[in-house]
């Protein structure tokens, strides 16, 4: 059974909460959101927001000024590797309570379908706005970087501190 390893990334002022579905191997490793080199979310938010994000602190900061949130949707399960497909006996976050925690946030964004699906399957009746942005994951080869950046600007901008 894997439990998630880290908090989440959030604060008093976060208004955005972007959700994944549960933290790659390699973010297993490293502590951290989004941590496979070939993972395109950063890369996707550095170039949305126009800033560099090289260091933890500088991603974590960026969170921060943006107003954006970050957790994934799944709070343990079992798994044989880092696929989506792979996640099994789930066992989901408690986001009534993260959300009464945190009531400045007013929108939810997943980055795949898999988070979205569980989130939906627990919490269709939780009254906030949602959207599934493009998976930023490497086994999202079907759409370009640069149709998954257009997509990512034109949600992202319509939801944080730009």
């Known amino acids: 059974m894997y439990i998630h390893p880290f908090d989440p990334i959030v604060d ?3 208004q955005i909460l972007i959700l994944g579905s549960f933290p790659s191997l390699v973010s297993f490793e490293k502590s951290f959101y989004y941590a496979h080199p070939r993972n395109q979310f950063w890369k996707l938010l ?4 126009q800033t560099p994000l090289e260091t933890l602190q500088q991603k974590r900061d960026l969170c921060k000024n943006k107003k954006i949130a970050l ?3 799944v709070q343990s399960c079992q798994r044989n590797n880092s696929s989506d497909a792979n996640l099994k006996n789930i066992e989901v976050n408690d986001f009534v309570s993260f959300l009464k925690a945190y009531p400045s946030i007013n929108r939810i964004y997943f980055t795949g379908k898999k988070a979205e ?3 939906e ?3 269709k009746d939780l009254a906030i706005q949602r ?3 493009p998976s930023p994951s490497p086994a999202n080869a079907t759409m370009s970087y640069e149709k998954k950046l257009r997509v990512y600007t ?3 901008k319509k939801g944080s501190a730009f």
């Open 12 to 14: 008093a002022n976060s």
């Open 46 to 49: 550095a170039d949305v927001f």
């Open 71 to 73: 957790w994934d949707v």
């Open 117 to 119: 699906k569980l989130f």
């Open 121 to 123: 399957n627990a919490f």
């Open 131 to 133: 959207e599934c942005l």
């Open 154 to 156: 034109k949600i992202l």
